[in-house]
């Protein structure tokens, strides 16, 4: 039996006790352990399964809540990647996304059946879809408070859906609500305040991975030339992470290759103008790769290249800074907060959607060893700022205050 058909087999068998009311092995053996019983049922609930930013950040705190005796259960609404390797007890609403009304009625009736069968005792929502669908749906299906984490920025939020959210928020569909930055917090300053005072800051805690490949040998392994200026990416391929800016500086330096890695709706369109400009012989597009496989591809790198044009904290650019990768990222306010130590820049901030200005950053970058010393130094400090267990703590904290006020509202009630 594979990993995946392992996985899926223990969820299923762990719904089909839900269901009977049948405690399940891991519960009993959680409890013959610690001599206690296991503390709370967590659900976490994404949209799409792949390999993503938003995804690392769940799967994080999946893995410390379970470390710390909560019975995590995980669910997508669909799976997006073939290459994504799913957590423990993890779920699935549909085996793709939902492409009619029709698919899209089934997909809500399989999710509200899911958190049924689930019996939660708290919800982790995450992504804008994930807040308001899952939010809702999860309110009508149980009496689990949900914890709305906000990780996609609002620019990439339809107008309509940010109405939603802002009066889910204000209703108190949400129990609590996190965002990852200060930058954040202010975004959301002239929202109502039954909206504001459900906000909480949790910074995001990143996995400090180290390669298991020599430079050389990472190069090898992606295809790339080992003598070759190598500037590159970790992002997912879709409009608002502006990676055709870095495409554009290619042509003004013929001695430069830059290496993509991930997948998405724009990479149809990057392919064509790596065409048209040019430089599609320097332009190599990586795929998707696992959260294992990014300290290798970093290991690659003379620079990582971030030219995103909305973020609410910028995981991708962090770990690349704490790997000791030069970072060169849009000027955006978010960035200027997270990518900073000690008042020392951990990156280049540049005008992205300037070609020559970035084009001259990454060349400062490179003709640089004092600056490229110095913006190291400040991202290995980034490891103080943004720790794992220190995320984990905090959702660890909701969570217990949550289920608290809700059992101190049910008391008041009866």
């Not at 009311?21 to 891991?26: D, F, L, Y």
């Not at 959301?188 to 995001?204: A, C, E, K, M, Q």
Request: with cysteine; aromatic share 6%.
């Amino acid at each position: 039996m594979t990993r995946d058909q392992d996985s899926r087999a223990r969820s299923g068998l762990a719904l089909a006790r839900r269901e009977s009311g049948e405690r399940s092995a891991p519960d009993d053996a959680a409890e013959a352990i610690s001599g206690k019983p296991q503390r709370a049922r967590v659900l976490l609930v994404q949209t799409q399964a792949e390999n993503a930013g938003a995804q690392e950040i769940s799967r994080l705190v999946g893995a410390g809540l379970a470390a710390r005796g909560y019975d995590v259960h995980n669910l997508f609404f669909f799976r997006q990647s073939r290459s994504f390797d799913e957590p423990p007890q993890t779920v699935y609403c549909a085996a793709r996304r939902p492409g009619d009304p029709l698919s899209f009625l089934r997909f809500l009736g399989t999710l509200h059946q899911r958190i049924r069968q689930i019996r939660p005792d708290v919800i982790l929502t995450f992504q804008h879809y994930g807040n308001a669908i899952g939010g809702a749906v999860a309110r009508l299906a149980g009496p689990a408070p949900v914890i709305a984490n906000q990780v996609s920025a609002r620019l990439t939020m339809p107008a309509w859906l940010r109405g939603i959210d802002r009066v889910m928020g204000q209703l108190g569909v949400f129990a609590r609500i996190t965002v990852n930055s200060q930058d954040m917090l202010r975004d959301y300053s002239r929202y109502p305040d039954g909206y504001r005072t459900r906000l909480t800051h949790v910074p995001h805690g990143f996995d400090q991975k180290r390669p298991t490949l020599s430079k050389d040998e990472a190069r090898r392994h992606f295809g790339l030339a080992p003598d070759a200026t190598v500037l590159g990416s970790v992002a997912r391929l879709h409009p608002l992470k502006q990676l055709d800016a870095a495409l554009r500086v290619l042509p003004a330096h013929p001695d430069w290759t830059l290496a993509l890695a991930g997948q998405g709706p724009d990479e149809a369109r990057l392919r064509d103008l790596a065409a048209e400009l040019g430089v599609a012989e320097r332009v190599r597009f990586v795929g998707e790769i696992s959260p294992e496989q990014v300290a290798n591809f970093l290991a690659c790198l003379d620079v990582f290249v971030f030219p995103s044009l909305a973020e609410t904290f910028g995981l991708a650019a962090v770990e690349a800074a704490h790997a000791g990768v030069p970072v060169v990222a849009n000027d955006l306010p978010v960035l200027r907060e997270v990518l900073s130590y000690q008042g020392e820049p951990a990156a280049l901030l540049v005008e992205a959607s300037d070609t020559p200005a970035l084009g001259a950053a990454i060349a400062r970058v490179l003709g640089d060893p004092a600056l490229a010393s110095q913006l190291r130094r400040a991202g290995d400090g980034l490891k103080t700022l943004y720790s794992v267990d220190a995320m984990v703590d905090e959702y660890v904290h909701l969570i217990e205050q949550t289920i608290r006020s809700k059992g101190e509202g049910s008391r008041r009630a009866g």
